[in-house]
């Protein structure tokens, strides 16, 4: 009798389980971007969280929360209850800061779920048109020939735009001076306005910027040149072999979330991502699909993070 007790507690208490998530969500989605509105992560986050706030009957609430490189609104989520109501979108900046932020409240690899990646797209290389510098090749002589002096913007250090950044720097051998910012937008401004000499934009971020003529596009960070600025050669291409560096976007909640409901979102954004809205927005955004199951992205997130550690350690990179 004892045995058949606890085989209906377990059912019951999967059947529970298994309620909730189809009645999920009942109220309110909130997605924490802990980036600025208008960041790379920020766009794709707007744009799955209309098309899931459609397939849902609820909205979907996006708030900003930048700040320590993503520490803190990632924070935010590592404390919310585990229902599925708080997630947070981040980007590649999530693999980097578990190696250079030591002291994190938070354990990065045990305290959160990965759900779904939202997708990726390269970062490009923009100068000011006054910085006089047409190509990667020629930015990298000056550099050489003035050691020190020559700066670029990040969106925050330990950021996707940082690490990128700093692989070039380490494969081209320059000595340049890292200036990090809260986010894109302020990173942009200041190349703009020539206070940087470069910045590798996420490329939906910068395109506008480059069609009005106010930034010129060096190079892109992919292997192979994006379907929304064919004419611009990759790094690789101007004279840096191999360089290749993509910026990742992700849906991660906390950990202890119902698998069920882990899963039922996934699906949701994998739907999302074949509607002809999300396709078209993503082909004017340079952006491209990373279809993964939760276990294929959590294993991905792991090898980020073990990648971005070793860059971090060559580059001696440090919070700041």
Not at 209 to 236: C, N, Y
Request: charged share 15%; aromatic share 8%; hydrophobic share 45%.
């Amino acid at each position: 009798m004892k045995i058949v007790r606890l085989a209906v507690i377990a059912l019951c208490a999967l059947w529970a389980s298994f309620a909730g998530a189809q009645a999920w969500p009942t109220k309110p989605v909130k997605i924490i971007v802990p980036f600025t509105a208008g960041s790379a992560t920020d766009i794709l986050a707007r744009t799955f969280g209309q098309k899931l706030s459609e397939y849902w009957g609820q909205p979907v609430v996006i708030e900003n929360h930048p700040g320590a490189g993503g520490t803190i609104g990632t924070g935010i989520v590592a404390n919310a209850p585990r229902d599925g109501y708080t997630l947070l979108v981040h980007s590649a900046a999530y693999s980097v800061n578990p190696s250079l932020y030591p002291d994190l409240p938070f354990d990065t690899r045990k305290a959160f779920v990965e759900i779904v990646p939202l997708g990726g797209q390269p970062n490009v290389l923009v100068v000011a048109p006054s910085a006089g510098i047409k190509s990667v090749q020629e930015l990298i002589t000056q550099a050489k020939q003035k050691p020190g002096t020559i700066n670029f913007a990040s969106a925050g250090a330990g950021s996707g735009t940082h690490i990128n950044a700093e692989k070039f720097k380490l494969a081209t051998g320059i000595d340049v001076v890292h200036i990090p910012y809260k986010g894109t937008p302020e990173a942009l401004t200041d190349t703009i306005a020539g206070r940087t000499t470069y910045y590798f934009s996420p490329i939906s971020a910068a395109l506008p910027h480059v069609k009005e003529g106010k930034l010129l596009a060096l190079g892109v960070s992919s292997a192979q040149r994006s379907s929304v600025l064919r004419d611009v050669p990759t790094i690789a291409e101007s004279g840096v072999p191999g360089f290749d560096y993509n910026l990742w976007v992700g849906l991660f909640g906390p950990a202890g979330m119902p698998a069920d409901l882990v899963d039922r979102i996934n699906k949701d954004v994998q739907r999302a991502l074949a509607s002809p809205e999300i396709k078209e927005r993503f082909a004017s955004l340079g952006a491209e699909a990373m279809p993964m199951t939760p276990a294929q992205f959590k294993k991905f997130v792991g090898d980020e993070i073990d990648a971005s550690t070793r860059i971090v350690k060559a580059a001696n990179i440090k919070a700041q």
